[in-house]
């Protein structure tokens, strides 16, 4: 079936990268997400991967995708502690064509200055 | 400015009430989704709608309707609201179901 699944938390020193990880068991996933969730606030897409892809960089974003292994990794570079929020993975199906997206259960990201 | 909106954005009610969450979006997509948000379950899909008048369950569909009559609004209808439906919900809509999902701020619904 479908899961997504993250640890649900995370906290690091202001400058340092951060890691969160996440765990996907579709194989036919088509596109993975990562969406940043502030507090009181909706979902804000941060980046995406294609599933063809391995690797993608977006200024301090860093996104990694081993599909052997079914994993999706964000690095944050130079953290600070406005990045500080819950962060979701999610993955979509190409082939349902439902546009549902599945959603881990979220990491929190805690910056201590 | 390109958006979803959702009123209420906070909502207390009693059980049995019916209620309704409005979603409307002003970037012309076609998919529309609603999803509710419950502490260590991430978000999970209620229903969606491909264009108008086309809608469909997700995942967790029981005790909620929707309708999509106009292309910008997708409402989320609670017939008989129960303390279960307790939850922060989303709208989120995109061009086409794949593409990127633009969400709303949330509306949190407690039912007494």
């Known amino acids: 079936g479908e899961d997504v699944e993250q640890s649900l938390f995370l906290s690091v020193r202001e400058g340092d990268s951060s890691v969160i990880n996440c765990t996907y068991t579709d194989s036919s996933s088509t596109y993975l997400y990562w969406y940043k969730q502030e507090p009181g606030a909706g979902l804000q897409l941060l980046t995406y991967?294609?599933?063809?892809?391995d690797m993608k960089q977006d200024q301090r974003l860093t996104v990694l995708l081993n599909k052997k292994d079914k994993h999706l990794s964000l690095r944050i570079a130079d953290t600070q502690t406005g990045d500080s929020a819950i962060y979701f993975c999610a993955e979509s199906h190409g082939s349902s064509n439902t546009g549902k997206l599945i959603f881990g259960q979220g990491t929190t990201l805690q910056v201590k200055p | 400015e390109a958006q979803v909106t959702q009123n209420p954005r906070y909502l207390i009610t009693v059980t049995g009430k019916k209620l309704t969450v409005t979603c409307s979006q002003n970037m012309n997509h076609e998919y529309m989704s609603w999803y509710r948000q419950d502490p260590g379950l991430g978000l999970r899909q209620i229903y969606y709608s491909m264009n108008v008048e086309v809608t469909d369950k997700g995942d967790v569909p029981e005790g909620y309707k929707v309708s999509r009559k106009e292309k910008r609004n997708f409402p989320l209808i609670l017939e008989s609201p129960s303390p279960n439906q307790t939850s922060l919900y989303f709208c989120a809509s995109s061009l086409y179901p794949l593409y990127e999902q633009y969400f709303g701020p949330g509306t949190r619904l407690t039912v007494t």
């Open positions: 991967i294609f599933s063809n892809m």
